[in-house]
Each structure stands twice: as structure tokens, then as C-alpha cells.
């Protein structure tokens, strides 16, 4: 068997210098980088390994097995191992080391006669090892003992241990798909489910898996109301377990509860709000009253506490709480003025996605986004069109969750052109012919294929924006405008401390590139199927109007074709920054010292509240699945071990001591995207 690593040697070695150099300027806390420093980090973190870089021959026969290149490609890897390690060089050290010794140890246990043959290369082997393993046996060691010895509720015992104690209520938000879904009422198929949980839990599994036509009937949502279909009655899950963990093993809130817990926060203290987070806001309100249940259950805590409270929201429950912020004090809503003022401490926004994402778009027009583009054509294979699960059955669920139009991308061309077309469709089969169409256009486009869809997203959200001295004199009596913070200004709450953390340094999806599938073509248009003009934006809206909804197929299908490293094209999605889930402008730019509640406090921050941006940059323990204490995904941040203190810090009443902190170029993206906000625009 003969190994061979001097191409591979060579490019890791070429990376390992370049790599060295970036991490280098980013692990230095002041220091700020650039998109494209960004981009090259991730590129030169994790080199693709081609198949050609190595070759195992097994027909070999054992007696000439040899461990010069091994050594030789150890000693490079080794170096390189020194300062980083990355998850395809773990991975391809472990193989290579684990197929070496398989293959020793079975010459060593089927051929007797070539014993003194194995002998000597095991001594050599052993020798190479100690030599230049080390640094990289070293490496794993360290990162498997922190695995295994780290304790859930380390941040907390830590702080415990200083000395810091309870002082405000804390009220937890969980984001989209956090809180399970119980099931009250619902077709034969769904009884025995009664108090369990269709969504959450291994339940939903079972279910998915084994009746998931049953799952999808009861998941989705009535598309005129927005609300539960005729029979069917899902409801969220309440207490702390309503989203503690969405799987068993697959932790949500569960580390930060136990973490305030190391401090003296119990039940009587804090309280997490569950809820249907299918639903539009709006019908969070008209069905379960949560908004008055909530606002309820804050007051008796600051009430028992004789303290304002700290509200932790993750993902759309940042969202969901700015919405309710408004509702408390509007007219139209609570009728309670001032109301924030009297009873919030503190906002700590983790991951909001407060001017939306273009993962949400995705999922509407077709059921589709880059966790599924990465499949490929096992998506096809896997979801192929008429089954079950398919990306038109998706789609159709996506559609009826009126969240989904909650979290669409906000403040239209004047936000997102600079990224360029959100969407760009590829009409001729070679790809040769292309419809660019901008977020306010992409928007358009899927509500045009379902009327009931365009009409009721459009009533009960704002996708739009506000220039800056022209008022907000009409967002008081308007609830669709406080789904935007563009729309609808902080409430005026002097006191209120404002906080958006969150995670950066994760490919994001940004862009899409799109086609309408070939049944479409040669059913509906065949004059488009080998056309060399471009298809107009009027022919689309026209065309989608057309197109049944009843067929088994999409009528648009991501084009995963498309690939282009030069503009960070993989699998038809463009890859820009954020957290894995959210884009950075999303994520920051109403933090940002440039962003509208600092820099435009007169509009979008009449109060003056005190307002703090903070970046947490991914970095990765190798062994931990979730990412270990410094990951800054966008769920998994909720165990990160930084954030969690910072956050202790403010509920322990300490929020002076949580301060602002960039890795990345927000603040000269939100000057740019703020100046298109004002009114000379």
C-alpha cells in the first residue's frame, strides 16, 4: 500500500502560511477585516481536498509498504497544525494516519511472513509519530478534553463563583421553530398525538417520518386566515421545556436557563414565552392573546422583583418583540402608554434577524434554501417531485406560515441592491439567458403566484422603508409597519438599554439564482425553451399567475448548476457574511454606530436609549458538533461563553460592563446604507 501526500503537503503548506497571517488579525480583538478578508479566511481556513492529492493503492502487495511520503507530508501537516487546524485537515490527518495503521495491523495479523517487515516500518511509523504527530495528537487531545469535561453551566458557575447575584426579572423569547407544537384537536391520524408534540421533541419525528402527509396537513395553517384550518387545533407548548431543547441531546435555551439558574434565577424570576411561531404576529394576538399574556406575566414579575425586567429574544423573537413594544403602547393594542418605559431594563436582541433574511424568501418561492441546495441532485432523488416531502409540498407548508413574511428581507433596494440582484433567473437550458430581479421585485414574485398569500403578507407587514425627517406620525394605528424598525421608531423609553449580539465569520446565503423547471417549459412555455432573448419581468408575473398550483412540481427550482468562485456562487446560492443564517446588515446595522438608532436617534430613537452593538466571531472546536464555547452560529450561540456572560452581566444589573465590539466593516456598510436613508436620496 503506498501513500503518497506531496501535492497535499505542498498546498497545505502554501495555506498554513497564509492562514497563519489571517487568524493572526482577526483573534486581535481590536482589529477589524474586511469582506473579502472574510471570505479569504474561510477559503484558506479549510482548503477542498481533490481526490487526486492522494492515492491508495490496496491491490499493493503488504511487503512494499513505505512511509516516506507519510513522514514527509506529517512533517508539513505538522507544521501547519501548530497554529490552526481546520475541520478537512482533522479529518484528512485522522484518515491518513487511521489507514496506515489499519493496513499495518491487518498485514501484521494475515501475512505471518512479512512480520519483520511490519516490525520495521511500526517502529518507523512510531518514530514519525512522536516526532511530528504530536503537535496535531496534541491539538486533538486539547479539544476532546474541553469536549468532554465542559460544563453546561460553566459561564454561570464562573460568575457565581465572583460573586454576582439575581437583580432583574428575566423574560426569554425563543425564534422560529424553537417552541413545540402540541397537538389539541385534529384528524383520526392525529389523535393519538393528543398533548404531544407534532413539532418538537421525538414525536415530530415519528410523525414526519412514518405519516407525513398527516404531519404536513396539521403543520400547516389556514392561507385566508392565517390561522388554524377547519378541525385542526396546534398549540404551543408551555414553561421552560416549550423550547429548551427541540430534539433530545439538541439544546436551545436549555444552557442559558441553567447558566441564570448558577446565579439564582428560578421560576419565581424569569419566565420563557412559547409560542405558535408559525403565525403572523397579528394572529399571535387575535387567537392566543399572547401579547396580553405577555405583557401580564412581565408585569407580575417586575411587580414580585421590584425591578424592571431583561428581555432576551433570539432570532424572530427579536422581531416578535419590537412588534409587541408597539402593540403595548398603540391605541390599536394595549392602549398603555409609557408602558415600556416602567417595566424594561433591558433589550438584549440575539440574532435578530430585524431587517429580515433571504432564506425566507427562498422558502416561499419554492420551497428551497442553501441547506437543500447543497444536496444537489439528491434533493431530486431524495424529495423527488410528487413525494411527500418534495420541494412543491414545502413550499405549499412555507407558504401557509405567515412568520416566514414576518422575516423577508425589509427595507427594500435602498438595504440590499448593494449585493446586487437578489434573485437571477436562468431561462435557456445552457444558462445562457438572464432576468435579474431586485428584492422589492423578488418579493412581488412570490406573492404573485398565490393571491390569498400577496394579499394577506402585504396587509399585515411592511417591507419597505423610511427616510429620515419625514416623520412617523401613522405608526402608531398601523400594525404591518411595526414588523419594520425602519417604519416604526424604539418606543421612548430613556431608560432602556438596547443590545444586539451576534455571531459573524459564518457563510451566509445571500443571493439565488433561479429557472423555472423544465415541466413548465414544455408544458406551459415551450417558445422559452431555446430562447436566445431575455425574458421579461412582465412575461414572469404574467406567466406565474398562469401556472396552476395544483401540479406536483415547482413552477421555479434554485438552479444548483450555477457556480462561480469569483463571486462566491456555490450551488446557485451567493455566499455573503453573517452568522450561517442572517446577513450582517440584518444582524447590525440598526446597532451600528452609523445605523439608524444611534445616528438617527431623532426618527428612529425619540427616547435616546443607550444602544450597543457587539460581534462574537466563529471559531470552531473541532470535536464539539455544536461548535463549542466561542461558535458564533446562529443557534448555537446560545451556548457560547462569552455571550452568556455578557448577558448574566446585564441581568445581574451591570449592563455598563457589556461594551460595543466589531471584527467586521458594519459600521462602514451602515454609513453607506444610512445615507440612502435620508431625504436629499
Known amino acids: 500500500c503506498e501513500i503518497n501526500l506531496g501535492p497535499m503537503a505542498k498546498k497545505h503548506r502554501k495555506h498554513h502560511n497564509k492562514s497563519e497571517e489571517a487568524h493572526k488579525q482577526v483573534h486581535h480583538e481590536s482589529k477589524k477585516i474586511t469582506k473579502e478578508q472574510l471570505h479569504q479566511l474561510d477559503e484558506d481556513s479549510e482548503p477542498e481536498l481533490h481526490h487526486g492529492d492522494s492515492s491508495i493503492s490496496l491491490s499493493s502487495p503488504m511487503r512494499t509498504i513505505t512511509t516516506e511520503h507519510f513522514v514527509s507530508g506529517v512533517k508539513d501537516m505538522a507544521r501547519f497544525h501548530k497554529s490552526v487546524i481546520s475541520r478537512k485537515q482533522l479529518v484528512f490527518l485522522s484518515v491518513s494516519f487511521g489507514v496506515l495503521i489499519g493496513t499495518v495491523i491487518v498485514g501484521y495479523l494475515l501475512e505471518p511472513q512479512v512480520k519483520p517487515v511490519v516490525q520495521e516500518e511500526l517502529q518507523r511509523l512510531q518514530t514519525a509519530a512522536s516526532t511530528y504527530y504530536q503537535p496535531a495528537l496534541d491539538f486533538i487531545g486539547k479539544n476532546l478534553t474541553e469536549f468532554l469535561t ?4 460553566a459561564a454561570g458557575k464562573a460568575m457565581k463563583d465572583e460573586g454576582w447575584k439575581v437583580k432583574h426579572p428575566v423574560v426569554m423569547i425563543p425564534g422560529f421553530v424553537s417552541s413545540g407544537l402540541e397537538v389539541w384537536d385534529g384528524d383520526d391520524c392525529a389523535k393519538k398525538y393528543f398533548r404531544r408534540r407534532m413539532w418538537g421533541h421525538h414525536t415530530m419525528i415519528r410523525s414526519m417520518l412514518l405519516e407525513t402527509a398527516c404531519w404536513l396537513k396539521h403543520m400547516s395553517l389556514n392561507l385566508e386566515t392565517g390561522m388554524d384550518p377547519p378541525g385542526i387545533k396546534l398549540r404551543a407548548a408551555q414553561g421552560f421545556e416549550a423550547a429548551g431543547s427541540l430534539l433530545p441531546g439538541y439544546w436551545v435555551w436549555d444552557r442559558m436557563i441553567e447558566n441564570l439558574a448558577e446565579i439564582g434565577y428560578e421560576p419565581n424570576n424569569m419566565y420563557l414565552a412559547g409560542y405558535d411561531w408559525r403565525m403572523g404576529f397579528q394572529q399571535m394576538q387575535e387567537r392566543d392573546n399572547l401579547f396580553g399574556q405577555l405583557k401580564a406575566r412581565i408585569e407580575t414579575l417586575v411587580q414580585h422583583m421590584k425591578e424592571p425586567a431583561v428581555v432576551l429574544t433570539h432570532s424572530l423573537g427579536s422581531n416578535l418583540f419590537m412588534y409587541f413594544m408597539q402593540w403595548t403602547e398603540s391605541p ?17 436582541n440575539i440574532a435578530g434577524p430585524l431587517l429580515g433574511t433571504p432564506k425566507a424568501l427562498a422558502a416561499i418561492l419554492s420551497g428551497e434554501m442553501k441547506d437543500t441546495a447543497v444536496l444537489g441532485s439528491w434533493d431530486s432523488f431524495l424529495f423527488k417531485p410528487g413525494s411527500t416531502f418534495s420541494a412543491k409540498r414545502r413550499r405549499d407548508l412555507f407558504r401557509t406560515w405567515f412568520s ?80 419594520n424598525p425602519l417604519t416604526a421608531p424604539l418606543p421612548n423609553a430613556p431608560d432602556m438599554k438596547v443590545f444586539c449580539l451576534y455571531g459573524v ?35 414572469l408575473f404574467k406567466a406565474a399567475k398562469e401556472l396552476p398550483n395544483d401540479v406536483d412540481y415547482n413552477a421555479l427550482d434554485m438552479d444548483t448548476s450555477v457556480h462561480s468562485e469569483s463571486q462566491n456562487i456555490v450551488n446557485g446560492v451567493s455566499i455573503i457574511e453573517g452568522d450561517g443564517t442572517i446577513p450582517l446588515e440584518s444582524l447590525g446595522f440598526m446597532c451600528s454606530p ?55 452581566k446585564i441581568a445581574a444589573g451591570k449592563p455598563e460592563l457589556v461594551g460595543p465590539r466589531t471584527h467586521t466593516r458594519i459600521n462602514t456598510i451602515a454609513k453607506s446604507l444610512y445615507h440612502k436613508l435620508t431625504t436629499s436620496e
Open 505 to 539: 465569520g459564518k457563510a451566509t446565503e445571500g443571493q439565488y439564482q433561479y429557472k423555472l423547471t423544465p415541466q413548465v417549459i414544455d408544458e406551459y412555455r415551450p417558445e422559452w425553451k431555446d430562447t436566445s432573448d431575455p425574458i421579461s419581468k412582465e412575461q
Open 332 to 348: 390599536v393594542g394595549g392602549n398603555h402608554p409609557n408602558w415600556v418605559s416602567q417595566h424594561i431594563y433591558s433589550w438584549v
Open 594 to 648: 452609523q445605523g439608524p438608532w444611534v445616528k438617527g436617534a431623532k426618527t428612529w430613537n425619540p427616547g435616546g436609549n443607550k444602544v450597543v452593538g457587539r460581534e462574537y466571531y466563529h471559531e470552531v472546536q473541532v470535536i464539539d458538533p455544536r461548535g463549542g464555547p466561542k461558535t458564533g452560529d446562529h443557534v448555537d450561540i446560545m451556548g457560547n461563553f462569552e455571550m452568556t456572560q455578557d448577558i448574566l
Open 150 to 153: 465542559e460544563e453546561k453551566s
Open 404 to 483: 416566514l413574511s414576518a422575516a423577508l428581507p425589509r427595507g427594500g433596494d435602498d438595504i440590499w441592491e448593494h449585493y446586487g440582484p437578489q434573485l437571477m433567473f436562468n431561462f435557456n437550458r445552457s444558462g445562457g439567458v438572464q432576468t435579474p430581479f431586485s428584492v422589492s421585485e423578488a418579493i412581488d414574485l412570490a406573492f404573485s403566484f398565490d393571491d390569498a398569500l400577496g394579499k394577506n403578507a402585504a396587509r399585515w407587514n411592511n417591507f419597505g422603508t423610511h427616510k429620515e425627517g419625514t416623520g412617523l406620525s401613522d405608526y402608531r394605528t398601523t400594525p404591518a409597519k411595526w414588523t
